[in-house]
């Protein structure tokens, strides 16, 4: 049975979604900044960002990877297993953007406690 379909499947659902999560979370990050000046919240903006971007590439390899080991190793249905990494890939995804926050205000405050 072949794996390459679904595997790809679940990247790009799970790529779309994280990517919707992370606009979301990128706004939330530019709310968080407001009363920062552009010399903190620049750096801090760019880190999170760099850090979305990351936790989306990451979580659309963790879909392929799952899709293929749950398909392959486990003999699941492929709509099961496509459904599966999906949620687990994007819960992973929107954990990895929750800690772009934290990252984009520890930057952000250490910016500020600098100068």
């Given at each position: 049975m072949s794996t390459k379909i679904p595997s790809i499947i679940?990247?790009?659902i799970t790529l779309v979604l994280v990517?919707?999560?992370g606009v979301f979370l990128a706004f939330m990050?530019?709310?968080l900044l407001n009363g920062f000046s552009s010399r903190?919240?620049?750096p801090a903006l760019a880190a999170g960002f760099t850090c979305l971007g990351i936790g989306a590439i990451l979580s659309a390899i963790l879909a392929w990877a799952l899709a293929k080991?749950?398909?392959s190793k486990f003999?699941?249905?492929n709509i099961l297993a496509v459904f599966v990494s999906v949620?687990?890939?994007s819960i992973f995804g929107g954990g990895l953007g929750f800690a772009s926050i934290i990252i984009t205000i520890a930057v952000a405050?250490?910016?500020?406690?600098a100068r």
């Open positions: 679940s990247s790009l990517v919707l999560i990050q530019i709310i903190e919240g620049g080991v749950f398909i003999n699941w249905n949620l687990a890939s405050s250490a910016l500020w406690d």
